[in-house]
């Protein structure tokens, strides 16, 4: 599967922007769908991921202002992100694997090419 990701952008803090990840293949609906994000001279972190049933997991820090959706219809994930702050600026990637997995980056097999988020305070 081939995944491209778009909508990032700049903002000041407080704002809202939603990625989409939108994918090839005609089994997108099987695949868990993840965003991850990486700050400059800091590793990859998980951000949140979404099942094939769609049932949704977050890291702690953006619980409750981020939210993960899928639409398999149109093979894309979407990442809203509300209340941004400045530490979540960062290059967002999608990610995707067909099967059950957790937050670990390197668990999955496919990733999109990255956005760049810049909250600005």
């Known amino acids: 599967v081939q995944l491209q990701a778009s909508g990032g952008g700049l903002v000041q803090a407080g704002g809202s922007l939603r990625l989409s990840c939108a994918a090839s293949g005609r089994t997108f609906s099987n695949y868990y769908m993840a965003w991850f994000r990486q700050a400059p001279e800091k590793e990859r972190e998980f951000v949140a991921r979404i099942r094939s049933s769609g049932s949704t997991y977050y890291a702690e820090s953006v619980k409750g202002r981020f939210t993960i959706s899928r639409d398999n219809a149109k093979n894309t994930v979407y990442l809203q992100m509300n209340s941004l702050k400045p530490e979540d600026t960062a290059v967002y990637y999608c990610?995707?694997?067909?099967?059950?997995?957790?937050?670990?980056?390197?668990?999955?097999?496919?990733w999109g090419q990255g956005t760049q988020v810049t909250v600005s305070s």
């Open positions: 990610a995707a694997i067909l099967g059950p997995t957790g937050s670990v980056a390197t668990s999955y097999d496919y």
